[in-house]
């Protein structure tokens, strides 16, 4: 079974269906591309996914769970972590602590244990910081702990919400344009990164690119999105060839 | 200097109670200027000292009190306002001597025996004024509309109340405002009218009675007003129509309007100081303040190298033998420290308190 | 893989002991007899307002929120406590009545920070500012009509001091506008602890404040400040850890109020209106949103000032007002940070040379 | 009959909420920070308009021209000395503090000068009462002037602050000050601007309040100013017919409440019901509900 | 003599350098390019040369005026427009409101709409949103009401801070189509650009920044076969 089972997901938003229709299943451990023009709707299938938003029809199912209709914080907890199109990060906190709230739910000790300092604040914060170091490492943010996190360029901001969302252990990761600001050489070490994180961590992850050299380098299959409805999916090399997804999005 | 008197006064000179503590600061100036050039206290100089703002809150008041005491006073004329007295009431019991002109909660002077009053208290004002009411048969259906977030008001309010049936007044609407909303009576004002009340008792401080006053004839509520101390001062109030106030009555102990040599002298001296301002009950209450601080000075024999504690023993005592004809009226002191003085009763007639009785 | 202390809890200690350090330094300068009574005076009061302060911080500086109640939570505190003290003062001797008083002012005030909390939390920005105001004054106008006494047959609590009934021999605790008075007289034999017991106060409100603030909670709050939204996307419950700052925050205020129930004979509900949370805004703004060791001592600062400033007489609150807004230009103004940040690094820069030649 | 009458009555104190309040909402919306001195502003021009009228005998039109003129100056100075340096500080919070401070030196401005006593206001506009249904409903003179006002103000923001090229300056720069700058936007004089509006309005609400309401101390301003705020909130942040029917239904609550309910704790049914109503409607009634784009 | 031309130009946030004195200069007509890392510095250029930053030192000619000197607000009735990073639309705004405001220092009205019809006919889907709230726009089109808005100024000079990023390819090439229609059309163009590959390919000129600095400047065509730049920007 599918890790992720999307069906006839669909939103309007008054007189506009940014969504309509969409349906997808992406198999665990699967590199998914979600591309298409801008306005077509990619940012808000996050956005309904993860529960920012509540479809008006449709059913979305994790790993065979019924995740329609929850919370963004529910969903959190049943394994889907995102990146974000606009930054949001906790800019005014470290670079160490942005990651250590991704944390929160799997290392836990209660708030009275925190405020009287009991061994159970210092075990589980050491564990937290060396977990978060090592994700930290995987980006190569290590060096920046305790830079606060406004003060990372754009390139290393991109990247540590990309090490928070991993901190929720999550099944599925949704990166949203994560190599948006990036020069090519960056985008080429993000690519790699983004293979590590799915090799190593046990991920299957989805994301939005417009960058097309990352999208043909990294994804094995794609959805294209036209309009809020599904244009053609499949293989990453027949999609891209396909000449609809030309004519409305590659161009050429 | 070696060989003056200190005196403090503490009371609100900023914030929303400024009228009173400016009131009381200046009368008790012109008050000691006299009393120096007339002898002084028992033969010494007597210097006031910067006054002591408290804003009208206690924690301030007591702050001004504790600076009052690093600048040297050994007597203090105040607090102005009950809250603030209370509060300092318990710091000065038994050390330094305390004389409020207003401060007119029960609770104000109980902190120690060194501690006395020249005003009336609340609750006595408040029975005073249900048993002026029945004597005279001004009314049996009376209405009330008073501040129920100040002390003061409220501490004559229920006095009132609880004296009304004991004088067989019938309470037919008792109506309340806050601090925070004092300027629309609207509604109070056609409650009261729809009450068939036919006195309104106005146990508040004369800016809002000002206020009340004028709303009430707005709304054409045909009434005998009543007042009590606070009402004093009502004619002064600048620009106020006092068309408005006629036959308006209030119980107080000083009437800035009175004729006796006594009360112009001080109307005008205050006037002089205080670029035509005209003083009110507070400043009056301040003024006889420093005059029974004299004469118990006097009796006392109190010198200036004395310690505070000795001073306020020494006055305590002294307290009680004195008696004095001051601008509220004759007045000696009980061992409670309270004031024992009868309230004048008067009524506003073409703009000018006319005696009653 | 210890490196030494962490940047953060080498602050948290910085903290700790420059409050240890003031404490015994005034102890001593007080024990030398070199404190004027007005600083004596002032020093409980600075342990009020520096509990208010630091607990406020925590909603304000780290869960992002503006609160303009935060006196109401005070109030609360306050008036449990002291009806507590009050209805045990002939049970329990002062100093476990004292510890319990605080117990019950904190515990209330937790309460009414959590009934607050969550219908309020809901709103963001100035539409929770205002709430927040409302709720403060609600609770400051509904305290005005509470009349609570005791007597044999135990409490009664009242709209108006005649709907008490009590017995005789019964005493009224709470009355109204009139407040509570005579609360410090219960304390009287350990009033002179009262400053080290308002110290441990504010080391125990450190303590909480700065472990909460670095833990795992701690995190989730800031998170939520920093950013609604990406917080939700990483599981954290915004409105659980608003909460939670919320009430820890009410429940210190709550301490806060209990120390100046405590301290002063007088407790009335008009001190806790909204200027009083706005003042304790200031100090938070002033010293630097969710910075602790900053509102300590921009409490310092600003409530000694316009004490300090008592020789001005009336010029005072002027000076006081123009100092507030001058300090504030200097401590915010980006220009006025460029032009410190580049003396700082001047001062610097000329200390390393000295130290090479 | 009662009903109505008390209905008048809010409306009547309600709409002396509502003209301080749209005064209020203008900087509120615009400059985006919380005017905390806007009701001392309005002090002074209760101030100025009585010591004109009374001691230098001027014609009530011409002493309400000079406060007028008098507000818009002290509004923009007090904007340019103590608010503009703070405008790119790191927390909106400093620029609400610094008003605070602001609103202490106008209080004890107005003390050091005219004195703690309270001053009855003189008439200065003369409008008879309006007497219906064989006097069974009487409307002050004054209530119907300051409704008018209100509903003239209200309309005159409006059209200006939508329709006319400084008003679309001013939503500009409350939306994005740089990116105004980047079109061509005066953001200081277009801040000007506003705190000018806003106080010169003040003047106007100075002299609404002290005719409907005759008293004043140098305190006068600050408890309707925090209605005001209360009014402009209710009635939806930034929003001008927001703040005018915020206003208007927060004097009509007050009245029920006081009327239906009672005197003592009406302060607390009106602020229950604005907690209730912004539980409902978290934007205030006419606040636009913004959904942040993620 | 050049149409802006930058001297010693050094800028600071507080205590941090971030501009350490560069010189360039764009000619009238031309496009120029300014490449260069994540914060390089080309942000912080354009800021401070329409008036968002003032710099410590150094001097922005335009047509032989100071703009140093000149207030933020009144550079953009000198002829040049700045089309900022991250887009800054006016998201309560609809896309009409935000066009408007793009032509706030122009007067007449059909100038305007002739202007306004132009931008529509660059841009169909502003048309086709023209009453939508600029918040609730795709990345995309944003960043196209950006460029829009831009252009109603009629600028002589206009400077962008990286239009593509968040494109879609197609768009990415429109994109880029119309900046060389802007500049057919006789607009001057600063480019700031991550897609440094496209940038050089319609470029004039172009300037490489690094850390503050200038450290490279040349033709496009010379820069786009640099072995160096192709290895550290062209991602070859
Ligand atoms: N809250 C909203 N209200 C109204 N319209 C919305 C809202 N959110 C999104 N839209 C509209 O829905 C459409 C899809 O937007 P979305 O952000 O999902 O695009 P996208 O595919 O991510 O584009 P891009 O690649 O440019 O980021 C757009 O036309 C957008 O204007
Ligand atoms: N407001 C600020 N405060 C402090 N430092 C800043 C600020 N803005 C930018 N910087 C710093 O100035 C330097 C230049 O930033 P700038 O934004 O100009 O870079 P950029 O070349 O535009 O980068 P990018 O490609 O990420 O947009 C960076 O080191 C950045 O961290
Ligand atoms: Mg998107
Ligand atoms: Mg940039």
New interface residues.
């Given amino acids: 079974m599918a890790m992720l089972e999307v069906n006839n997901l669909s939103i309007q938003f008054g007189g506009l269906r940014a969504v309509d229709g969409f349906h997808v299943s992406i198999e665990k451990g699967r590199l998914y591309g979600l591309i298409g023009p801008n306005g077509a709707g990619k940012t808000t299938i996050f956005n309904l996914l ?1 529960g ?1 938003y509540k479809p008006t029809e449709g059913v979305i199912r994790l790993d065979g769970e019924d995740i329609t209709g929850k ?3 529910e969903i ?2 049943a394994g889907i ?2 990146t ?1 199109q606009n930054i ?6 470290t670079v160490l ?1 942005n990651v ?3 944390l ?2 799997h ?3 209660s ?1 009275l ?5 009991l061994p159970s ?1 210092f075990r ?2 050491k564990e ?1 910081n060396e977990k978060a170091m090592e994700l930290l490492k995987v980006f190569g943010l290590d060096g920046e702990a ?1 830079y606060l996190a406004s003060n990372l360029p754009y390139g290393k901001q991109r990247k540590l919400e990309i090490a ?2 991993m ?2 252990e999550p099944k599925l990761l949704l990166l949203d344009e994560p190599a948006a600001g990036m020069n090519p050489n960056e985008t080429a070490e993000l690519m790699k990164t983004i293979h590590f994180v799915r090799d190593n961590f046990d991920m299957t992850i989805l994301l939005i690119e417009h960058d097309m050299k990352l999208v043909s380098g990294i994804c094995e299959e794609l959805t294209v999105l036209n309009f809020g409805q599904v244009l053609c999916q499949g293989k990453t090399a027949e999609v891209l060839s396909n000449p609809q997804v030309i004519t409305a999005y590659l161009g050429e | 200097e070696e060989g003056t008197f200190k005196i403090g006064v503490i009371g609100p ?2 914030g929303d109670y400024a009228q009173y503590g400016t009131n009381v600061y200046n009368a008790a100036k012109i008050a000691i200027d006299e009393v120096n050039a007339n002898g002084g206290f028992n033969g010494y100089q007597v210097e006031l000292l ?4 408290d804003q009208g ?3 301030k008041a ?6 009052l ?2 600048k040297g006073m050994q007597m203090l004329c105040g607090t102005v306002t009950s ?2 007295c ?2 300092v ?3 000065a019991a038994e050390s330094t001597f305390l004389f409020t002109p207003s401060g007119s ?1 029960v ?1 104000c002077i109980t ?1 120690g025996s060194n501690e006395f009053r020249m005003c009336f208290t609340d609750p006595m004002q408040g029975s005073k004024s249900a048993q002026y009411i029945s004597e005279n048969g001004l009314a049996t259906k009376i209405a009330i509309l008073y501040d ?4 003061y ?3 004559i309010h ?1 006095a009132f ?2 004296a009304a049936p004991e004088y067989g007044l019938e309470i037919v609407a008792d109506e309340a405002y ?3 909303s004092n300027t629309d009576f609207s509604v109070q004002i056609s409650k009261i009218k729809d009450s068939g009340a036919e006195l309104l008792f106005l146990p508040n401080y004369y800016s809002d009675c000002a206020l009340i006053l004028q709303q009430a004839a707005d709304a054409q509520l045909d009434v005998t007003f009543f007042g009590v101390d606070g009402m004093d001062g009502i004619l002064s109030v600048e620009n106020f129509d006092t068309s408005l106030a006629e036959g308006v009555m209030l119980l107080t102990p000083f009437s800035a309007t009175a004729e006796d040599e006594a009360t112009v002298n001080f109307v005008t001296a205050y006037g002089e100081a205080n670029n035509g301002e005209t003083p009110n009950q507070f400043a009056a209450d301040a003024y006889d303040v420093i005059y029974a601080m004299q004469a118990a000075a006097n009796d006392a024999g109190i010198t200036p190298d004395m310690s505070n504690e000795d001073i306020s023993a020494a006055m305590s005592a002294s307290m009680l033998n004195i008696e004095i004809d001051g601008l509220t009226g004759a007045a000696k002191w009980t061992e409670d420290g309270e004031c024992d003085k009868e309230p004048k009763a008067v009524v506003i007639k073409d703009g000018v308190y006319e005696m009653m009785q | 893989m210890k490196k030494g202390m962490s ?1 953060t809890s080498k602050n948290n200690y910085i903290t700790y002991a420059m409050v240890i350090v003031i404490f015994i330094v005034v102890q001593t300068l007080s024990a030398t007899g070199n404190l ?3 600083i ?3 020093l409980v ?1 600075l342990c009020v307002y520096t509990i208010a302060a630091v607990s406020l911080n925590l909603v ?1 500086g780290f869960s992002g929120e ?1 609160s303009l109640g935060h006196a109401g939570f005070m109030c609360v505190g306050a008036y449990s406590s002291a009806l507590f003290s009050n209805v045990f003062a002939e049970t329990l001797p002062s100093v476990p009545r004292l510890i319990l008083a605080i117990l019950v002012g904190a515990a209330v005030a937790a309460v009414f920070g959590i009934l607050i909390g969550i ?2 939390l ?3 920005g ?2 929770l500012a ?2 927040t ?3 403060g ?2 609770i400051k ?2 305290i ?2 509470l009349y609570v006494g005791v007597d044999e047959n135990g409490l009664h609590v009242a ?4 709907g008490l009934n009590l017995a005789a021999g019964g005493k009224q605790i709470m ?5 509570i ?2 609360t ?2 219960l304390y009287k034999d350990i009033k002179d602890y009262f400053f080290p017991i308002g110290v441990v106060l504010i080391l125990i409100t450190l ?2 404040v700065q ?2 603030v ?7 709050i ?2 939520t ?3 609604r ?9 915004v409105t659980k850890y608003k909460l ?1 700052a919320f009430t820890i925050s009410a429940a210190l205020a709550g301490v806060a109020g209990v120390l ?1 129930a405590h301290n ?3 407790l ?4 806790f ?2 200027n009083l949370s ?1 003042l304790i ?2 100090y938070v ?2 010293g630097g ?2 910075n602790l060791r900053g509102s300590i001592i921009a409490t310092i600062i600003l409530y000694a000032l316009p ?1 300090l400033l ?2 001005f ?6 000076i ?3 100092v ?2 001058v300090m ?2 200097f ?8 032009w410190r ?2 003396m700082l ?1 001047k001062l610097k820069g000329a200390g390393k040379k000295k130290e090479a030649a | 009959m009662t009903f109505i009458s008390y209905l008048k009555d809010g409306i009547s104190l309600g709409s002396i909420y509502a003209i301080i309040a749209l005064g209020y909402t203008m900087v509120y919306g615009i400059a985006k920070m ?1 005017n ?1 001195a806007h009701g001392d502003v309005i002090m002074v021009g209760a101030f100025v308009i009585l010591t004109a009228v009374t001691k230098a005998g001027l014609s009530p039109l011409l002493s309400i021209l000079l406060a007028v003129v008098l507000c818009t100056v002290l509004g923009v100075v007090i904007e340019a000395v ?1 608010y503009r ?2 405008r ?4 909106n ?2 620029v ?3 008003a ?3 609103s ?2 106008l ?3 107005a ?2 000068i005219f004195g703690a006593d309270a001053k009855s206001f003189v008439t200065v506009i003369d409008v008879p009462t309006l007497v219906l249904f064989d006097g069974q409903l009487t409307i002050k003179g004054i209530t119907i002037v300051t409704i008018a006002a209100c509903i003239i103000i209200m309309c005159a923001l409006t059209f200006f602050v939508n329709k006319t090229k400084p008003g679309r300056a001013m939503q500009a720069v409350s939306e994005d000050r740089d990116a105004a700058q980047l079109m061509g936007v005066n953001v200081n004089s277009t801040i000007s601007l506003t705190f000018a509006i806003g106080s010169g309005l003040a003047a106007i609400a100075g002299l609404l309040l002290c005719s409907a309401y005759p008293t004043l101390t140098p305190y006068t301003g600050a408890m309707p100013g ?1 209605k005001a ?2 009014a402009a ?1 209710f009635g939806g ?1 930034g929003s001008i017919p927001g703040a005018m029917i915020g206003g208007i239904l927060l004097g009509v609550i007050e009245i029920f409440g006081k009327a239906y309910i009672s005197s ?2 009406a ?2 049914i009106v ?2 019901v ?2 209730v109503v ?2 409902v409607k ?3 009634l006419f ?1 636009r509900n913004i959904q ?1 784009k ?1 | 003599m050049a149409m802006l031309e930058i001297k010693d130009l050094e800028v600071f946030y ?2 941090i350098q971030a501009i350490k004195g560069i010189s360039f200069e764009v000619n009238e007509g031309e496009v120029v390019a300014l490449i260069g890392a994540n914060g390089a510095g080309k942000t912080t250029t354009l800021q401070t040369i329409t008036g968002l930053l003032s710099p410590k030192k150094g001097s922005i000619l335009f047509e032989g005026q100071e703009l140093t000197k000149v207030p933020a607000h009144k550079i953009v009735s000198l002829g040049m427009a700045h089309v900022p990073e991250g887009r800054r639309v006016f998201a309560q705004f609809t896309v009409y409101q935000n066009l408007l405001m793009g032509a706030y220092t122009r007067k007449d009205k059909n100038e305007i709409e002739a202007s306004l019809a132009e931008v529509y006919k660059r841009f169909p889907r502003l048309e086709e949103r023209k009453n939508q709230t600029a918040g609730t726009l795709s990345g995309g089109e944003q960043q196209m009401l950006a460029m829009g808005r831009a252009l109603m100024s009629k600028p002589r000079i206009i400077l962008m801070d990286e239009p593509s990023m968040g494109l879609s390819p197609i768009l990415v090439n429109e994109i880029f189509d119309i900046i060389q229609s802007v500049s057919a059309s006789g607009t001057t163009v600063l480019l700031v650009e991550q897609n440094a590959k496209k940038a050089l390919s319609i470029a004039d000129r172009a300037y490489v920044l690094e850390t503050g600095k200038i450290v490279k400047e040349g033709k496009a065509e010379t820069l786009l076969n640099d072995d160096s730049i192709k290895k550290a920007y062209l991602g070859e």
């Fill in positions: 993860t920012v919370n963004t914080i959190n907890e972590a995102r974000f949001r990060l906790f800019g005014a906190m602590d250590k709230v991704g929160h739910n290392y836990k000790y708030t244990a925190g405020i009287l300092r604040y589980k914060e937290m305790e928070r969302a901190a929720t | 000179m900023t910067d006054a002591g703002d809150d206690g924690e007591v702050n001004a009190y504790n600076d005491l690093d809250g603030a209370i509060a009431g318990a710091e909660a609770d902190a129920s977030s100040t002390d008001n409220v501490g229920d109340v609880e806050t601090t925070d | 940047k004027s009574r007005l004596t005076g002032l009061p304000v503006l219908p309020v809901r709103l963001r100035d539409y205002i709430v105001l409302a709720f004054e609600i106008n509904l005005n009509v709209t108006s001091s005649a009355k109204g506008a009139l407040g008075s005579g410090a007289t303590f909480i472990n909460l670095n833990s795992r909670s701690g995190r989730a800031m998170s400040r920093d950013n939204i990406a917080a939700e996307s990483v599981g954290i419950s939670m100046y002063l004979s007088m009335k509900v008009s001190t209106d909204y706005i805004l200031v703004v002033l949103i969710g004490e008592r020789g007489s009336n010029y005072r609150m002027l006081y007002a123009v507030l807004i504030m230009l401590n915010w103004a980006p220009a006025a940070r460029n940040s580049r690094e | 919380l905390f103590a340096p703070l790119k500080a790191s927390s919070l400093a609400l503090i610094t605070i401070g602001v202490y030196l209080q004890n401005l003390l050091l925090i705020f209360v909130v942040i003592q704790v302060d607390a602020f229950a604005l907690i912004l539980l978290p934007t205030g606040g942040e993620v | 507080g205590v």
